[in-house]
Every structure is written in structure tokens, then in C-alpha cells.
């Protein structure tokens, strides 16, 4: 008998809700599974638009699509920041599942709808906290 589940995450814990439930199995055998935690994926590139206000500047950094972990997402932040010269820093407390975007410069920036939907997002003047969908802030 084969019959499909939907995993879900409790604490790192799993549990598999199957669509029939399976009456007084002897054994079950996993035989194949897919881990990913879509709710942690861009479908498509995004973007950051960053604004010096002093010089009128703008610079747009384009995120690739994939799947991000708090940490991925900012390696890659600062890898970009980096490759485009832009004086922004990033912070995480990956406990709280808390990226800060830290702006002494006081740039405007501006985060596209795909990151939005991708973190709750906290705007401060010199800061941007950033956190994993699905976690309250404080």
C-alpha cells in the first residue's frame, strides 16, 4: 500500500499527517522524502534598492532565487553589499531568527515585495531587522 503524507515541523521534531490513515500497520518503510522549507524561498530574484542620500546615488542588488537560511541569506547580503561597495553591515542572532541590516550611513533603502513576504520585516533610521516568516517580533 503506498499512500502520500504531509510533513510537519515541531521543534525539529516531525510529524507525518498521511491522506488515509493506515490501519494496524505491522511496518512502514520511508521510501522517499523531500525536505525543504519553502516558506524560507525566493521564487524569483528580489531586490534592494539602496539610496545615498548625500550623493543621490542608487544602487539595486539583485538576490538570487533559492532556498535561505537566515545565515545563507546573510552571506549573501554582505557578499553583495561587499561587491557593490555599499557601507552596510549585517548582524544575526540565529536563536531569536533575527538578521539585522545595520545602516550608519542612514541610506535609503528599499526591500521588493518578494522579501517582504519573505521575513517580518522592523525599519528603524539605522537599522533593519529582518525575521524568518512565522516568528513574532520581541
Known amino acids: ?38 516558506w524560507n524561498a525566493l521564487k524569483s530574484a528580489a531586490e534592494i ?8 546615488k542608487q544602487t539595486g542588488i539583485n538576490i538570487p532565487s533559492g532556498h535561505y537560511t537566515l545565515k545563507s541569506m546573510a552571506n549573501k547580503l554582505t557578499k553583495l553589499f561587499n561587491k557593490n561597495d555599499i557601507d552596510l553591515s ?7 531568527e533575527e538578521m539585522a541590516i545595520l545602516n550608519p550611513n542612514e541610506y535609503a533603502i528599499w526591500l521588493d515585495l518578494k ?18 516568516a512565522g516568528v513574532q517580533p520581541f
Open 1 to 38: 500500500m503506498k499512500t502520500k503524507g504531509t510533513i510537519v515541523a515541531h521543534n525539529n521534531k516531525h510529524t507525518i499527517n498521511f491522506e488515509e490513515p493506515i490501519l494496524r500497520p505491522s511496518r512502514i518503510r520511508l521510501i522517499s522524502a523531500s525536505f525543504y522549507n519553502s
Open 49 to 56: 534598492t539602496i539610496t545615498n542620500n548625500s550623493s543621490k
Open 90 to 96: 549585517i548582524e544575526t542572532d540565529i536563536s531569536r
Open 115 to 132: 522579501l517582504h513576504e519573505l521575513f517580518t520585516v522592523i525599519l528603524l533610521i539605522n537599522r533593519i531587522t529582518c525575521l524568518m
